[in-house]
């Protein structure tokens, strides 16, 4: 009998699904985000993934995310409005500047674009623990190294910045120039860098015995834990989704979509 | 798993990823700055471990910084093609033995650093006479553009060359000569992702040359690849540098444990 706190019983419909199938929609998501040209496919997958988030109750969550999004968007209205090529359908002379209507057409496409693609990474990352995703990848046959080596990268992240703080730190302590011009910041990069770098370097050692003393590149499978429910159905929505984001894509990009 | 993926390459792997993902986010979201230098684990490990390895690292690198919970964000995620193609190259050049010290003297050195400055100029020119620039049909280049790759073009052909004299190596070269393809390679693959799937602009520092160009009357795709062939081979070519004084740097003894590691440590020579 696993005790509860083991279990983690997820909360909500989509938060139980396995976290197999909500990469597999991730991934339509974002190939119909990207790959249905026009307007329709952006705009079917914000909602798809709004509507979602809804029902997971993640809704609120979204809107860090959804901001994250605002400097590029306001690059890619501001490029592309001013500076598209080949368009002649100016909306108004602003001194030197000529913004076209193709342009803001071309740039809202974009965005939305983006805030779809944006979105459905959001809603996954909401929805889908690290564990559990890297769990079910292995009980799929992703194998303890493609499971070890993506795990644990997420798991650096947080200490290699620390320590990329810590080291700034100590530099500084010893007349580094951070602040100021950006050559000087530039030049800060390096004693940055370099001992960062070369202290992770020496990590690897001591990991690679410590892996090894566990029995880490031993033959055959681990046992699971706590495994992650799978359900016909479920199956049957990953290959939908998958199959159909591919179909959808190829009709697009071959023209024989009829869609905005 | 084969040779090239032993266990102490799977434990470099992640900080090979940790180090692309805070390096390249310090540098593309923090300073601003028109380069990359999220590559420097994935050259790493391909130079360390082989070219799989090394396409490896740069794919889930990207993926990861895409997607990861916590992390995820930005327009990176599509771009895990490039990486994939930079560590696959990487390992090439690892094999090829061009990250070894060479250490040489006199004439050697002077013609290998002038050859290497040649070989920046000769680089920069196809950017100024593309004609995406200076056809004035498509609309020609501000000018100040010109004199800014002027400029990059001698500072970083002063400092390779430097670099060749005052360490006394000849592999300042091939290093030299390994990142700049690698970064034309980068440029030319990234540039359909960057102007099919993001319509050229991507939020780092290089929207500044994507909007340079475009004010010249570039279409898009034109745009993305001059960008990249102005940003990309100056970013891989300081990232094979930062790599080479990486290695060399580190004891024989440590590297000939990794897969390639004999063909680094000079006394292979």
């Known amino acids: 009998m696993v005790p509860d706190f083991v279990l983690r019983p997820p909360t909500g419909?989509?938060?139980?699904?396995?976290?197999?199938?909500?990469?597999?929609?991730?991934?339509?998501?974002?190939?119909?985000?990207?790959?249905?040209?026009?307007?329709?496919?952006?705009?079917?997958?914000?909602?798809?993934?709004?509507?979602?988030?809804?029902?997971?109750?993640?809704?609120?969550?979204?809107?860090?995310?959804?901001?994250?999004?605002?400097?590029?968007?306001?690059?890619?209205?501001?490029?592309?409005?001013?500076?598209?090529?080949?368009?002649?359908?100016?909306?108004?002379?602003?001194?030197?500047?000529?913004?076209?209507?193709?342009?803001?057409?071309?740039?809202?496409?974009?965005?939305?674009?983006?805030?779809?693609?944006?979105?459905?990474?959001?809603?996954?990352?909401?929805?889908?623990?690290?564990?559990?995703?890297?769990?079910?990848?292995?009980?799929?046959?992703?194998?303890?190294?493609?499971?070890?080596?993506?795990?644990?990268?997420?798991?650096?992240?947080?200490r290699m910045a620390e320590r990329a703080s810590e080291i700034t730190d100590s530099q500084r302590a010893r007349g580094l120039d951070t602040e100021g011009s950006r050559w000087r910041r530039i030049r800060g990069v390096v004693p940055l860098a370099a001992p960062m770098i070369i202290g992770a370097l020496s990590e690897v050692e001591e990991r690679t015995m410590a892996l090894e003393a566990r029995a880490f590149s031993a033959p055959g499978r681990r046992t699971i834990l706590r495994p992650l429910p799978d359900s016909t159905g479920q199956r049957a929505i990953r290959w939908v989704a998958g199959l159909g984001a591919i179909v959808l894509v190829a009709a697009s990009v071959a023209g024989i979509l009829p869609v905005p | 798993m084969n040779g090239q993926f032993s266990t102490r390459v799977i434990t470099l792997m992640p900080v090979a990823i940790a180090i692309n993902i805070v390096l390249g986010v310090t540098v593309q979201q923090v300073l601003k700055l028109?380069?990359?230098?999220?590559?420097?684990?994935?050259?790493?490990?391909?130079?360390?471990?082989?070219?799989?390895?090394?396409?490896?690292?740069?794919?889930?690198?990207?993926?990861?910084?895409?997607?990861?919970?916590?992390?995820?964000?930005?327009?990176?995620?599509?771009?895990?093609?490039?990486?994939?193609?930079?560590?696959?190259?990487?390992?090439?050049?690892?094999?090829?033995?061009?990250?070894?010290?060479?250490?040489?003297?006199?004439?050697?050195?002077?013609?290998?650093?002038?050859?290497?400055?040649?070989?920046?100029?000769?680089?920069?020119?196809?950017?100024?006479?593309?004609?995406?620039?200076?056809?004035?049909?498509?609309?020609?280049?501000?000018?100040?553009?010109?004199?800014?790759?002027?400029?990059?073009?001698?500072?970083v052909a002063l400092a390779i060359a430097g670099f060749i004299l005052v360490r006394k190596d000849l592999a300042g070269f091939y290093v030299a000569a390994a990142g700049a393809i690698t970064g034309i390679v980068a440029a030319l693959v990234s540039a359909p992702i960057a102007a099919y799937v993001f319509g050229g602009v991507t939020g780092s520092g290089v929207d500044v040359i994507v909007a340079a160009l475009r004010q010249g009357g570039a279409d898009v795709l034109s745009a993305s690849v001059g960008q990249g062939l102005i940003s990309d081979p100056i970013d891989k070519t300081i990232t094979s540098f930062v790599v080479f004084v990486i290695i060399a740097s580190l004891s024989p003894r440590l590297l000939a444990r990794f897969p390639n590691g004999e063909r680094l440590t000079a006394t292979a020579a």
């Open chain 1, 13 to 158: 419909r989509y938060h139980a699904l396995n976290p197999g199938t909500k990469l597999v929609l991730a991934f339509a998501e974002a190939a119909i985000a990207f790959g249905v040209r026009g307007w329709t496919g952006p705009l079917v997958v914000i909602a798809i993934v709004v509507a979602t988030a809804t029902a997971a109750r993640v809704g609120r969550s979204l809107v860090p995310f959804a901001l994250a999004v605002i400097p590029l968007v306001a690059s890619i209205l501001l490029i592309n409005t001013f500076l598209f090529p080949g368009a002649t359908d100016v909306i108004a002379h602003i001194g030197p500047l000529a913004p076209t209507w193709t342009g803001l057409g071309a740039a809202l496409q974009a965005t939305l674009r983006v805030a779809a693609f944006a979105l459905s990474v959001a809603v996954f990352a909401l929805t889908t623990p690290t564990d559990d995703l890297l769990a079910d990848l292995e009980r799929r046959g992703l194998g303890r190294r493609g499971v070890f080596v993506i795990g644990a990268a997420i798991g650096m992240i947080p």
């Open chain 2, 34 to 155: 028109p380069i990359y230098l999220d590559s420097i684990g994935t050259i790493l490990v391909g130079v360390l471990a082989g070219p799989l390895a090394g396409a490896l690292t740069g794919i889930l690198s990207n993926l990861i910084w895409q997607y990861a919970p916590g992390i995820g964000g930005g327009t990176i995620g599509p771009f895990a093609v490039t990486a994939g193609v930079i560590g696959l190259l990487a390992g090439l050049w690892g094999q090829l033995g061009v990250y070894r010290s060479r250490p040489a003297s006199g004439n050697q050195l002077i013609v290998a650093a002038v050859i290497a400055a040649l070989i920046v100029g000769v680089l920069v020119f196809p950017i100024f006479n593309n004609p995406a620039y200076t056809d004035p049909n498509i609309g020609g280049y501000p000018s100040w553009v010109f004199t800014a790759i002027v400029v990059i073009g001698v500072v």
